[in-house]
């Protein structure tokens, strides 16, 4: 995204199952070509999706294989450290160059301590988050009036919120980007609509690249995939006026990574 919401789309919407033409298809292992002075290229085959019959709506068979040459792109990607060090330093270097917030802490109780200090230093006044196995129960030890999204919340509360505090799939360390999907981040609307999005990781998520995140996605969901899979590379912005930087364009003007070890 040029900020939140890269790879998949921002707003309201029920999770639904999209199935794997959802996603980019590699057809096999890359092939490598050295470019003077850089990495390897990896040529990225893009997925090829069926025409959609626009009399009936029935999606027209799709033609196997790899599409043709005109379709395949060359794309030269940032070389990945080795070690998980090395990730998580190249995490936070990219993070940080994309004005977002990453930090690393031990165990859920210094997690508590940083959203409290974020509670505190910006005043927040409401909170919304998701039914999940850390975000619910960090944000209700917030002590702050709390809106738990579920399928049929309103968009308007939401956006009254000052945080929206989410899970997330996998961290990127080539990239700095939050792997999200509707089904572990609280559907499309948490993610986008609260002014300050807080992400709530664990150490084990850390990845090295695109294809690995999205090998985890597919580990976790098998071929029944969520309705959306996005990528949040820093916080909102654009420079479409003049080349002026502006945050929270399209989506959250804040994002903050906590990364928890236990």
Not at 54 to 75: E, K, M, T
Not at 130 to 140: F, P, V
Not at 149 to 160: F, G, Y
Not at 253 to 260: A, P, R, S, V
């Amino acid at each position: 995204e040029g900020g939140e919401g890269g790879g998949g789309g921002r707003g309201g919407g029920r999770d639904g199952g999209a199935g794997p033409d959802a996603l980019v298809h590699r057809g096999g292992d890359p092939a490598q070509t050295a470019v003077p002075g850089g990495v390897p290229v990896a040529v990225v085959v893009l997925l090829e999706v069926g025409d959609v019959d626009h009399d009936d709506g029935d999606r027209l068979p799709r033609r196997r294989g790899l599409p043709p040459p005109a379709f395949q792109r060359l794309v030269q990607v940032p070389p990945v450290g080795q070690t998980e060090a090395e990730l998580f330093e190249l995490f936070a270097k990219n993070a940080t160059d994309l004005r977002a917030t990453f930090k690393c802490v031990k165990n859920l109780s210094q997690v508590a301590a940083e959203l409290r200090t974020l509670r505190d230093a910006e005043k927040w006044q409401r909170v919304a988050t998701h039914r999940g196995a850390i975000a619910e129960s960090q944000a209700k030890e917030l002590a702050l009036p709390l809106m738990v999204v579920e399928e049929n919340s309103e968009k308007h509360e939401l956006e009254q919120c000052d945080v929206g505090i989410t899970e997330c799939d996998a961290l990127v360390a080539q990239t700095g980007t939050v792997l999200v999907t509707s089904r572990t981040a609280g559907g499309r609307a948490l993610t986008c609509l609260p002014p300050h999005h807080v992400v709530l990781a664990r150490r084990e998520q850390m990845v090295p690249d695109l294809p690995a995140a999205m090998q985890l996605v597919q580990q976790k969901f098998g071929d029944k995939y969520p309705s959306m899979i996005s990528f949040i590379t820093g916080a909102s912005r654009t420079g479409d006026i003049e080349r002026i930087l502006v945050l929270g364009a399209h989506g959250p003007k804040q994002l903050t990574i906590i990364c928890c070890d236990a």
